[in-house]
């Protein structure tokens, strides 16, 4: 007998955009709403903490949903970002490549003119990408005093400078696990964080300076992987995001999952206390979070298997368990088909 498992063809893709919806987002914590309403108040960034995939990342979205504010910028921290990163980027290797080749079309190096078209090349304008940070910043000034002050012009692509509105308006920042960023980053973002403004070197040193009055709101997360600088957090509202209860989790998964795949409410419950066993009780290295309990529900609910009232009778439940929730080589190697049925009563009578 052959028991091979063919790869599914017939397996549509996950919509991630419709797994991010902001409308979706379950947020039943007030104590994070009051956070949320203080910084605000203050015009300080929201520094969030908590475990990988508690939901921090996406709280910054629903927030500019709530705000009814139509920008979400998002910059993802890196292990090689500097300071500057978060608002610009120069290509300075690519303005002296244009900078070579406008002086050979003049007549070489002792050329006295350019054409107009070689001096627009050679605009620096022209090599500044503006990151989330900067960009927002923009926003707040808007697109017109922003032509006004030379801090964009029409040598820069056409998308980005429509992206821009005309007049002032507030955006959502998300600087996202700042904590993968050098030592020294935080610290040099002092200033800037707190007066919302930055410099532009390649532009004569001119101030790029957030409008008080469309100041953006910046979230910035942390995954607890180190410890940020004590002068950067006393600039910041600091909250420690929960790892949600079991009824908030409940309607996670009918959100996430719930909204394309039928999942009753008694496979749903198991497969929660299930997962809450692996995550608190069963001395795995690595234990799932958040984000692993939704991959396993929707492979569960995708597999397209007649479960049945019990989660026990899925045929690839162990397969997809392995896959989704075990995400270390030792916990694979160790968990069986034996630890996962005695998981399961564990956990059945621990609910009991």
Same mark, same amino acid.
């Given at each position: 007998?052959?028991?091979?498992? /063919?790869?599914?063809?017939?397996?549509?893709?996950?919509?991630?955009?419709?797994?991010?919806?902001?409308?979706?987002?379950?947020?039943?914590?007030?104590?994070?709403?009051?956070?949320?309403?203080?910084?605000?108040?203050?015009?300080?960034?929201?520094? $969030?903490?908590?475990?990988?995939?508690?939901?921090?990342?996406?709280?910054?979205?629903? &927030?500019?949903?709530?705000?009814?504010?139509?920008?979400?910028?998002? +910059?993802?921290?890196? *292990?090689?970002?500097?300071?500057?990163?978060?608002?610009?980027?120069?290509?300075?290797? @690519?303005?002296?490549?244009?900078?070579?080749?406008?002086?050979?079309?003049?007549?070489?190096?002792?050329?006295?003119?350019?054409?107009?078209?070689?001096? !627009?090349?050679?605009?620096?304008?022209?090599?500044?990408?503006?990151?989330?940070?900067?960009?927002?910043?923009? =926003? *707040?000034?808007?697109?017109?005093?922003?032509?006004?002050?030379?801090?964009?012009? *029409?040598?820069?692509?056409? @998308?980005?400078?429509?992206?821009?509105?005309?007049?002032? !308006?507030?955006?959502?920042?998300?600087?996202?696990?700042?904590?993968? @960023?050098?030592?020294?980053?935080?610290?040099?973002?002092?200033?800037?964080?707190?007066?919302?403004?930055?410099?532009?070197?390649?532009?004569?040193?001119?101030?790029?300076? @957030?409008?008080?009055?469309?100041?953006?709101?910046?979230?910035?997360?942390?995954?607890?992987?180190?410890?940020? /600088?004590?002068?950067?957090?006393?600039?910041?509202? +600091?909250?420690?995001?929960?790892?949600?209860?079991?009824?908030? $989790?409940?309607?996670?998964?009918?959100?996430?999952?719930?909204?394309?795949?039928?999942?009753?409410?008694?496979?749903?419950?198991?497969?929660?206390?299930?997962?809450?066993?692996?995550?608190?009780?069963?001395?795995?290295?690595? /234990? /799932?979070?958040?984000?692993?309990?939704?991959?396993? +529900?929707?492979?569960?609910?995708?597999?397209?298997?007649?479960?049945?009232?019990?989660?026990?009778? =899925?045929?690839?439940?162990?397969?997809?368990?392995?896959?989704? &929730?075990?995400?270390?080589?030792?916990?694979?190697?160790?968990?069986?088909?034996?630890?996962?049925?005695?998981?399961?009563?564990?956990?059945?009578?621990?609910?009991?």
């Amino acid at each position: 007998m052959n028991d091979t498992v /063919p790869i599914r063809t017939d397996i549509p893709p996950i919509d991630l955009d419709a797994m991010t919806n902001p409308d979706d987002y379950v947020m039943e914590d007030n104590d994070l709403r009051v956070a949320a309403n203080a910084a605000l108040t203050l015009g300080k960034p929201l520094l $969030l903490t908590g475990e990988a995939g508690v939901g921090k990342s996406q709280f910054a979205n629903w &927030l500019a949903s709530q705000l009814e504010l139509q920008t979400y910028l998002k +910059f993802v921290v890196k *292990s090689t970002t500097e300071a500057q990163d978060l608002f610009y980027q120069y290509d300075a290797l @690519a303005r002296f490549h244009w900078a070579q080749i406008a002086r050979a079309f003049a007549g070489g190096p002792d050329a006295d003119q350019t054409s107009d078209e070689d001096a !627009s090349a050679i605009d620096p304008l022209r090599y500044i990408t503006y990151n989330a940070l900067g960009e927002a910043i923009l =926003h *707040s000034i808007g697109r017109k005093s922003a032509l006004e002050q030379g801090l964009v012009s *029409s040598v820069m692509p056409e @998308a980005f400078l429509n992206s821009i509105p005309l007049e002032s !308006s507030r955006a959502v920042v998300l600087i996202d696990e700042i904590d993968k @960023a050098p030592r020294d980053v935080p610290n040099d973002i002092l200033d800037e964080i707190d007066s919302l403004s930055f410099t532009v070197r390649e532009l004569d040193n001119k101030l790029a300076k @957030a409008d008080k009055r469309w100041r953006p709101v910046v979230v910035i997360t942390n995954n607890s992987e180190r410890d940020l /600088p004590k002068p950067f957090l006393r600039r910041c509202i +600091f909250y420690q995001m929960r790892f949600p209860s079991e009824a908030v $989790l409940a309607r996670i998964v009918d959100n996430r999952v719930g909204r394309r795949y039928e999942v009753g409410e008694s496979l749903r419950s198991q497969g929660i206390r299930f997962f809450r066993y692996l995550k608190g009780d069963a001395g795995l290295r690595q /234990p /799932p979070g958040l984000a692993e309990l939704l991959d396993w +529900f929707y492979t569960l609910a995708a597999d397209g298997a007649n479960w049945g009232p019990d989660l026990s009778t =899925h045929p690839r439940l162990y397969e997809i368990t392995k896959s989704t &929730l075990l995400k270390d080589r030792h916990d694979q190697v160790e968990c069986d088909r034996a630890w996962l049925n005695g998981a399961l009563e564990t956990a059945g009578r621990a609910s009991g």
